[in-house]
Each structure stands twice: as C-alpha cells, then as structure tokens.
C-alpha cells in the first residue's frame, strides 16, 4: 500500500524531511509559508500556520493522509500531534504532555530530577523575579538564565559568557518572563544527538555539532543555528565513541521513563570535563542539524514511520559513513533585526554536488522573499568534514546575494580548535 503522509512545517528542516520521504510515499506539506523545496517535492501543499489545529486535521483529512510527520515545535506545543491522532492520522511527533520536555524547561530538569535521569546540571525553578535574582547574587558560580518557555534558542543568558551577573539580572527584569529556570552553567563544546522513538524504541544517528552565535569565531547573539557539521562516525572528533555511548544512555532513561513517546527525541548536550551534560531535550528533529542526519540516512525514513505506527520495533538504522556539513544563508541583520521580504535568487543548478535546502523563505508570483528567519541552506557530503566543507563553501553562491554565512563552520580550523578544548578541559 502507498502511504500518503503529511508533513508539517515549512523550514530547511523541513525540507530535508521532505526530500527523506518524496521517493517513498504520496507527499502533501502544509506551512505558513511557501518553501519552493518542499513544495516542489510534494504532490500537494497547502498554506496553514503550523499551529492551527483545526485546518491542519482538515487538510490531512482532505488528502486522506495515512501518517503525519509534524516538524516544528511550535506545532507540538499547540497540541497538533494530539488532534491528528484523535482523527485516526498517526503522527510521528510526541503528543503536547510529552512534548513538555521541550516546551516547558523547568518541567524538562524536574523530570529528569525525578527520574534520575543522568547528566542533569543543577538547578532551580522560579516563578517570581526577584526570587530569581536572589539567587543569582547568591550562587557561587556563573549560571544559565533560561525562560521557561519556547523562545527559538534566543531566551537564554549566560553569565561570564554572555553577560555579567548584573546583566542576567537586569535581563530577568526586563524581559517580563513569569517562568525560570536558574541552572549551573555547563563548560565544554556542544553536540547533538537525534534519536528515532516509538513502542519503547530508540534508534539514533551521528552526533552534530550546531553554531548558534551570529558571528565566526561563535560572536554575536543566539540564532536558531547558523549551521552544522558532522563526521563519517557516530562520534564528532572532539569526543570518544564512550562519550556518543554515554549521551545515548541519558537519552535511553529519558525514553524508558516516558513509554508513549513517539518521534524524534533531540538530545542538546555539553561535553565536559566530566563527561555529558544535558543542555536541553528537544521534541523533533534539529535544524539545522536534521539536514546533517536525514541526507546520510540509508534506512527509508518511512520504514521507520511504519514501524512505528504498526507497534512494531523500529528498523536498526543504516547510516553512510560520509561527514556532513551545513551553511545557512540568513538575512542580514538576522536574529535581531533581520531584513525580512527581500527577494532572493537561488540558482540550485550552481551548487555542484552540494545539496540545497530551502528554509523560511516565501515564494510568491513574482520570486522567492526572505522572511525574519533563515533563508537557505547549502550541505556537503564527503568522506571528511575538510571535503564536505569544501563543497558546502563552493556552493555558497547559490544563495546569490543580499544573505549572510558563517564561513568558519566545518573549517579545519575551527574543528582542530574544538579538540583542543576537549583536551585543555580534560587536562590531556
Ligand atoms: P537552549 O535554548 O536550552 O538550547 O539554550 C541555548 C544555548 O544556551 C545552548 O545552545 C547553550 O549554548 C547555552 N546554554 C544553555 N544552557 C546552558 C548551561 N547550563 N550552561 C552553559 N550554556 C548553556
Ligand atoms: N539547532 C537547534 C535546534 O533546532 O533547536
């Protein structure tokens, strides 16, 4: 039987879901906007916003959809995954009580107290301000400020990282937030690790590590990820395969203690010097970071869609062993002041043997606008990060102008300096 699945979301994450199932299945998206890649690959799209329950159950029940993939979180978090259920459209995407170990950070670090699960920093919840800044004058140590709530990546100060102590506070202040969470502040290098869950299953595949500040040399504000590398290993090579190990045994309790989660868990961690800490979990698919994994994915995601909704045990995962890398071309003045409905041309032809992913970009009558978010993304694939890296920088011109790259990502450079890190961290 040809499944007919519908996917959620309209951004390069998207995109690659998108490319990861077109060849397998009768393909219908809906988004708020109009990504030309997803749109392309689709036997139909419609435009809703991705948190409108009601029309995207219209919609999957309109194209007679057999399985749902939902992309984004915001989506989760308006209880998508639930209403498609309910309509007898299984969905690969936690419904919103499970998607809580995103959306809600002070319920994510209490469940991971309760459940012992490993690699939780200290911390403490609040819900009244001044009680928070209390406890930043108090705490010996820098801390992690972060707003209970869903901010994009953007909401969370660190002190003596990003902002002095009278910072964070004049931030927790200022910023209106009624929920924080006040959490010791994790020192290392980053990586992530997605993992495919249903029916008490986890299947996982090779650690990314995402650049979240603007600027090269990892300056400037947060963003949503300015792009992405990863190695022809599970591991990246500032870890050991006992460190990839270790993360996928956090990432295990997470899914024993939470038996009716299904679809992608999303582990963010710290390598430090004591081994890996839990930044966060999200309840979907990193992007960039789904970019890096989806393109290396040999097992068919939809083998893996099936399995799931059947009740059966998820298929072992077969990967390439090719590394990966990801540059996002973003608008300029993106995060805080993105210049939004600029038209862009995209020349995918001038990619070489990159691959080109659309993000959230708008194509109306007359072109392809930027947005306030990330507008495109080039990913290579080689046998080193060196060469995929190569390739993703030759194809960087398909973006054309009017966007703004971080070129240091995946560069030798850069990769070499986080090895470094690892080894000053581990006294080496
Ligand atoms: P989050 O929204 O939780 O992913 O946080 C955004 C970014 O803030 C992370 O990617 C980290 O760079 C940083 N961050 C979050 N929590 C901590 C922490 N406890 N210690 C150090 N940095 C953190
Ligand atoms: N790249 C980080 C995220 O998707 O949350």
Known sequence: MTETVLLIGGGGREHAIARALADDCDLYACAS?????????????????????????????????TLAVVGPEKALAAGVADALDDAGVYTFGPREAEARIETDKAFQRRFMRDESVPGCPDFETFDDVEAACEYVDGYDGDLAVKPAGLTGGKGVKVTGDQVTKEEAKAYLRESGYDRVVLEERLVGEEFTVQGFVANGDLRTTPAVQDHKRAYEGDEGPNTGG????????????????????????????????????????????????EGPKVIEFNARFGDPEAMNTLPTLETPFLDVLVAAREGESLPALDVSAEATVCKYAVPEGYPDDPSAGTRIEIDEASAGDALVFYASVDEREDGVYTTTSRSVAVVG????????????????????????????????????????????????
């Open 381 to 428: 694939l080689a046998e080193t990060i060196e060469a995929a890296e190569e390739i993703a920088e030759r194809a960087l011109d398909a973006a054309g102008e009017g966007l703004r790259v971080r070129h240091d990502i995946g560069t030798a450079d850069l990769v070499e300096g986080r090895v470094r890190h690892v080894r000053e961290l581990r006294g080496e």
């Open 226 to 273: 300015m792009g992405s590398y990863s190695d022809a290993a599970f591991h990246l090579p500032f870890m050991t395969g006992s460190d990839y190990d270790d993360a996928v045994e956090i990432m295990e309790a997470v899914v024993d203690a939470l038996p009716d989660y299904k679809g992608v868990l999303y582990g963010q961690f710290m390598l430090t010097a």
């Open 33 to 65: 906007n109009r990504n030309p890649g997803i749109r392309g690959l689709a036997d139909g799209f419609e435009t809703v916003d991705e948190t409108d329950t009601a029309g995207v159950v219209a919609y999957a029940e309109a194209v007679g959809a």
